[in-house]
């Protein structure tokens, strides 16, 4: 199987588009949380990841947007409600089987405190060893990385809508489970600039 995957898109649906467009067929889209921004609902997002049925998972920013922090801006009549109740729906965790083997996918950490950002040089990394997957997809750090760790294949595939760090690059991932191999590409701009969400 060849999976496209994304996290922390951030509201940008003109980064994620252009991701979609370049990752070319893929055989699932995975999201690793992050799609909106704290107070900010992208309706173009969300409709663009459940129409392609992506699997889906919640990251901090979504945990903020519907919680009761974030209920004036759930209120906004420009959010549609249906939206934001399948975002709603979506699980903070996936463990699922794909190609034969096991994937794990959440946003941040499998562990509390869940909002920790597990850097490419993090220590912490190497606890990923003790899970039973094949396949580990996490984002939360916009930071871009492929690496064994035990017999886990870790993808961080960065962020595809807001640059951050020394790079400043929109990244995304694509994963061949047959290859047991993962690839960063770096999201192409047009000679405008950087694609950006509306602030």
């Given amino acids: ?19 979609i467009a370049q990752m070319g067929p893929v055989d699932e889209l995975l999201c690793a949380g992050d799609a909106c921004y704290q107070y900010r609902f992208s309706n173009e997002v969300a409709q663009r990841i459940r129409e392609l049925g992506g699997r889906y998972v919640l990251g901090n920013h979504e945990e903020i947007l519907l919680s009761e922090a974030g209920a004036r801006a759930q209120a906004s009549e420009t959010v549609n409600r249906e939206l934001l109740e399948w975002t709603r729906e979506q699980p903070q ?61 870790v993808v961080n595939p ?22 047991d191999a993962a690839t960063i590409e770096q999201i192409v701009v047009p000679a405008s600039g950087q694609p950006e969400a509306a602030r």
Avoid at 3 to 15: F, T
Avoid at 113 to 124: I, N, W
Avoid at 163 to 178: I, P, Q, S
Wanted: neutral net charge; contains cysteine.
């Fill in 158 to 179: 960065g962020s595809a809508g807001e640059a951050r760090g020394v790079e400043r690059m929109l990244t995304y991932a694509v994963l061949d489970t047959a290859a």
């Fill in 93 to 153: 965790v996936i463990r699922c089987e794909v190609g034969g083997k096991r994937l794990l996918m959440f946003h941040a950490t499998p562990w509390a405190p869940y909002r920790d950002y597990l850097f490419p040089h993090d220590p912490q990394l190497e606890r990923l060893a003790e899970e039973d997957a094949d396949f580990i997809i996490y984002g939360h750090t916009h930071a871009p990385m492929v690496r064994r760790i035990g017999r886990a294949l």
């Fill in 1 to 19: 199987m060849r999976l496209g995957i994304v996290s922390d898109i951030h509201c940008n649906i003109a980064a994620l588009d252009r991701a």
